[in-house]
Nanobody, 125 residues
């Protein structure tokens, strides 16, 4: 059974930082490309960051470039996202996603097969 479990969300003031983690089980993690997406009420789930399985190639949404960093630890079956300089616009439920192999684009949510339950990030002004 595949499980993706996010943690690290919470309430933070604008300008602050959070580190999200996503622990994977039931998959050969090192062979999976991983992504972070976020969603606010009434809006589509949107891409935030992704990391490829093979070469560690990363991609980011323009809105988070320079502030967020995605990384992975294959020994721990975990993907991380360090979020700095947070703004109220970053408030959302953040989801971890996984799919086997290399993607043509890490940004396309329909390419991901497995999803976590999400973790809430709230940034106060």
């Amino acid at each position: 059974q595949v499980r993706l479990v996010e943690s690290g969300g919470g309430l933070v003031q604008a300008g602050g930082s959070l580190r999200l983690s996503c622990a994977a089980s039931g998959i050969l993690f090192s062979r999976y490309s991983m992504g972070w997406f976020r969603q606010t009420p009434g809006k589509e789930r949107e891409f935030v960051a992704g990391i490829s399985w093979s070469d560690g190639n990363t991609d980011y949404a323009d809105s988070v470039k320079g502030r967020f960093t995605i990384s992975r630890d294959n020994a721990k079956n975990t993907v991380y996202m360090q979020m700095n300089s947070l703004t109220p616009e970053d408030t959302a439920v953040y989801y971890c996603a996984a799919t086997i192999g290399r993607l043509a684009s890490l940004k396309i949510k329909y390419e991901y097969k497995y999803w976590g339950q999400g973790t809430q990030v709230t940034v106060s002004s």
